[in-house]
C-alpha cells in the first residue's frame, strides 16, 4: 500500500455519491457549528436535512509511526480487526448487524492518524453509534479473524513488494528520513507482522484511543443536540487520556542522493523531492500555486508540457505539496522508458531552476487560480466528503474560518508571491531520487 497521508487537504476522498443541497451554497453561508458534548468531547457538525442520513468521520492523533519497533503494521492490523467482532458479537454476527441496516463502518491507519468513518440513516443510527461503541471499547480480536487478516496484510506486503511505484515510494523514505518513524510502511513487513499478537492489538486501542487524542466531523440531518448525544453514546466510555507520545521532528538524510533499484522492468518508475513548506507558514498559499503550475496541474503544467507533449517522455508526470506532522515535503512522480530516464531528470531539475528564475506568466497564475478556488468545492460532492474536509481541517489546525478565507488567500497570490516562494523551497541540488528499473546514462551516487 502506499503510505497513506491522511487530510493534508483530504486528498484522498472515498466514493459515496449522495449529492446534498450542502454543495451549491457559497463558502460564506457554510455553517459549521462547534459541538460539545457533556463527556467533554468536541465535534463540527453540518447540519444538512435533504437526505436522512448521518456521515461521521473521526480521527485520533498518533497512527503507524507510533507502531512499536519490530511491530510494523499494527496500527493497520488494528484498522482491520475492528469490525470483525466486538462484545457478544462475533466476526459474522458483527458484519451481519452492520449489513442488515447498510450502516458503512471503516477505519484506516496512516502515518499520523488512526481514523474512522460510520455512515447509517437516520432510521437506524442508535445502533450505528452502538455497533461503533462496541468496536473501540470491547473489540475481540478472536483467532480466525486474526489469522484471516494477517494473511491479507501479509498478501498486500507480497504484492506492494512487487509494485514498482512502491518499491521507489519505501526506499525514498528509507533513504530520505532514515531512523525516524516516517521511514516504515504503514502495512509493515514480512518480518513484522507475523510477531504481532492479541495482546499488541489491546495495547494499541488501550493507548491511542483516548478522548483527548479524538478529533469529529460530521454532517446530515442530525440537531447538535442530538449528535452530542450519539457522540457520547460511542465515544464517552473512552479513557479520558490517551497514553502520552512523541514523534519527533524528522531530520531529512541523504538529501541530493540518487538510488537506483534494480528491476528488469521496460519503464524505469521515478519519485523525486526535497524538503518542503509547513501548511500554517504564510507562504502556502503561494506554494500552492507555486505547485500546480509546476506539476500539480495535471497535464496542463510546465512539467507536462516539456515532458510529455513537446518530447513524449512520460504519460504523465506530477508534483505535490506532503504535510505529514512532523515533515514537509515538496515530491514528484514519473516513469518513463528506461534509456531516456536521464533526460527526463534533466528537465525536472530545469523546470525547478526555471520555476525560481523566471517570473510565471499572468495568465498561468490566473489559471492555477481559476481551477484552485474551483475543484474545492466540486469535490464535495457527498456527506462523506463535507465529514472529512471538516475532520481534516481540525486535524491539520487550520481554523473554522478555513473553508472561507481559503480562495481569498489563493486569489490574493501575486506573480512576485511565486517566484519568491519557488527561491525558497526548491533546492534541485537537494533533490532525494529513486529510480526502480534498468535506467541508462545514470548513476547511482555512492
Request: charged residues 25%; aromatic residues 8%.
Amino acid at each position: 500500500m502506499m503510505r497513506a497521508v491522511f487530510s493534508r487537504f483530504c486528498v484522498a476522498f472515498a466514493a459515496l455519491v449522495v449529492v446534498t443541497a450542502f454543495l451549491v451554497r457559497p463558502a460564506a453561508a457554510i455553517d459549521i457549528k462547534e459541538v460539545k458534548t457533556p463527556r467533554g468531547i468536541t465535534a463540527w457538525l453540518i447540519e444538512d436535512k435533504s437526505v436522512p442520513l448521518v456521515s461521521l468521520e473521526f480521527a485520533f492523533r498518533g497512527g503507524s509511526a507510533l507502531d512499536p519497533k519490530g511491530k510494523g503494521g499494527l496500527a493497520e492490523f488494528v484498522s482491520g480487526m475492528l469490525d470483525e467482532g466486538a462484545g457478544s458479537l462475533d466476526s459474522s454476527a458483527f458484519q451481519k448487524a452492520l449489513e442488515q441496516d447498510s450502516i458503512s463502518l471503516r477505519f484506516r491507519a496512516s502515518l499520523d492518524v488512526f481514523t474512522g468513518s460510520l455512515r447509517t440513516l437516520n432510521t437506524t443510527r442508535d445502533k450505528a453509534f452502538d455497533l461503533l461503541h462496541l468496536a473501540l471499547t470491547q473489540p475481540r480480536f478472536d483467532p480466525e479473524p486474526m489469522a484471516r487478516v494477517r494473511g491479507q496484510l501479509l498478501a498486500q506486503v507480497e504484492r506492494e513488494a512487487e509494485r514498482a511505484r512502491n518499491v521507489a515510494d519505501q526506499v525514498w523514505h528509507r533513504t530520505t528520513f532514515g531512523n525516524h518513524p516516517y521511514a516504515r510502511d504503514v502495512d509493515g513487513n514480512r518480518q513484522t507482522v507475523p510477531k504481532i499478537s492479541p495482546d499488541d492489538l489491546r495495547a494499541f486501542v488501550g493507548r491511542r484511543f483516548g478522548r483527548d487524542n479524538l478529533v469529529i466531523g460530521a454532517v446530515g440531518d442530525i440537531s447538535p443536540d442530538d449528535l452530542a448525544a450519539l457522540v457520547d453514546r460511542a465515544f464517552g466510555d473512552l479513557p479520558a487520556n490517551a497514553a502520552a507520545w512523541r514523534v519527533p521532528t524528522a531530520r531529512l538524510h541523504d538529501q541530493g542522493k540518487v538510488i537506483v533499484v534494480d528491476r528488469k522492468i521496460p519503464q524505469t518508475v521515478v519519485q523525486f523531492g526535497h524538503s518542503g513548506i509547513p501548511m500554517g507558514d504564510p507562504d502556502f498559499f503561494a506554494a500552492m500555486v507555486m505547485n500546480y503550475i509546476l506539476g500539480g496541474g495535471g497535464l496542463t503544467t510546465r512539467l507536462a508540457e516539456e515532458v510529455r507533449e513537446k518530447r513524449g517522455l512520460a504519460y504523465s508526470i506530477y508534483t505535490r505539496l506532503v504535510n505529514y506532522d512532523h515533515a514537509d515535503l515538496v515530491m514528484g512522480w514519473v516513469a518513463t522508458r528506461n534509456e531516456r530516464v536521464k533526460d527526463t531528470l534533466d528537465i525536472v531539475r530545469a523546470q525547478w531552476r526555471r520555476m525560481m528564475e523566471t517570473p510565471v506568466s499572468q495568465r498561468e497564475l490566473d489559471d492555477a487560480k481559476a481551477y484552485l478556488t474551483g475543484i474545492y468545492f466540486t469535490r464535495l460532492n457527498s456527506t462523506q466528503r463535507i465529514a472529512q474536509l471538516l475532520l481534516g481541517i481540525q486535524v491539520d489546525n487550520l481554523g473554522m474560518d478555513y473553508i472561507e478565507k481559503r480562495n481569498a488567500k489563493i486569489n490574493a497570490v501575486t506573480v512576485a508571491d511565486v517566484q519568491r516562494v519557488a527561491r525558497r523551497i526548491l533546492k534541485p541540488e537537494t533533490m532525494t531520487v529513486v529510480l526502480v528499473g534498468q535506467p541508462q546514462g545514470i548513476a547511482a551516487t555512492p
